[in-house]
Nanobody, 117 residues
Framework: QLQASGGGLVQAGGSLRLSCAAS????????EGWYRQPPGKQRELVAM??????TYLDSVKGRFTISRDNALNKNYLQMNDLKPEDTGTYYC??????????????WGQGTLVTVSS
């Protein structure tokens, strides 16, 4: 299971760090990322690490950074210079395999980010 946290209300130009904690006997994560769903719009990919390759949505390049702490089994999305258009519900996602060999693909519950102008 994934547990996302760190959302909140911030003024434009501010920063937030989202966290995604994974639980369970996870052997490996091969793909993890953050998606967001702006109000009234479809969910979109914000940042992803896939087999070591990092990809960002063009509009967040240079402002957002995805990272991982393997010791804590968490990944993070550091968001700097936030803009009102970054407002939305952010979801973390991970694909991998448990120690028992079973694959998994999970979504976190979503955390709301609101950027005021």
């Amino acid at each position: 299971q994934l547990q996302a946290s760190g959302g909140g209300l911030v003024q434009a130009g501010g920063s937030l760090r989202l966290s995604c904690a994974a639980s369970g006997s996870i052997l490996t994560i091969t793909n993890e990322g953050w998606y967001r769903q702006p109000p009234g719009k479809q969910r979109e990919l914000v940042a992803m690490v896939d087999d070591g390759k990092t990809t960002y949505l063009d509009s967040v390049k240079g402002r957002f950074t995805i990272s991982r702490d393997n010791a804590l089994n968490k990944n993070y999305l550091q968001m700097n210079d936030l803009k009102p258009e970054d407002t939305g519900t952010y979801y973390c996602n991970a694909v991998g395999r448990y120690y028992n060999g079973r694959p998994f693909a999970s979504w976190g519950q979503g955390t709301l980010v609101t950027v005021s102008s």
